[in-house]
């Protein structure tokens, strides 16, 4: 696979982005607290291939810090209207700026590939090299 310009956004259309994704690169499912009530689902790429069209003023922003971390690993960024996570803003281990994109608000994403990309982690016990025991609710 190669990298493609993929189109997104909420709901309601108040957010609009689209961001360049290689999804043979992999997208991550997690389960730690948070992503797993959320039943998160992100593909990672570097910030600058990664463009917010519109809304940025409908966006709100929340932030979580993870019981063994001094601060959060992201900026959770959903839509003020209709609620719906986008995107998320941080930075890699290596402290490079990054966008973690809901696979669910891309629309334009082929559902084959999407399947065959998905990599399970366990953030829950910060193993993020291996998946966890159990991923049926992931």
Request: glycine fraction near 6%; hydrophobic fraction near 35%.
């Amino acid at each position: 696979m190669t990298m493609q310009t993929h189109k997104g956004g909420c709901h309601c259309g108040a957010v609009r982005f689209e961001a360049d994704v290689d999804l043979a690169q992999g997208t991550l499912r997690c389960n730690c607290s948070i992503c797993s009530k959320a039943r998160a689902w992100f593909a990672f790429v570097p910030a600058a291939k990664f463009r917010l069209l519109k809304g940025e003023d409908a966006l709100a922003d929340y932030q979580w810090t993870p019981p063994n971390r001094e601060h959060p690993n992201l900026h959770y960024h959903f839509c003020k209207t209709c609620g719906i996570r986008a995107f998320a803003a941080g930075k890699n281990p290596k402290g490079e700026d990054i966008r973690a994109i809901a696979v669910s608000v891309l629309e334009d994403a082929n559902a084959d590939e999407l399947a065959k990309s998905i990599k399970y982690v366990d953030g829950r016990h910060d193993r993020f090299d291996r998946p966890p025991e159990d991923i049926r609710a992931l």
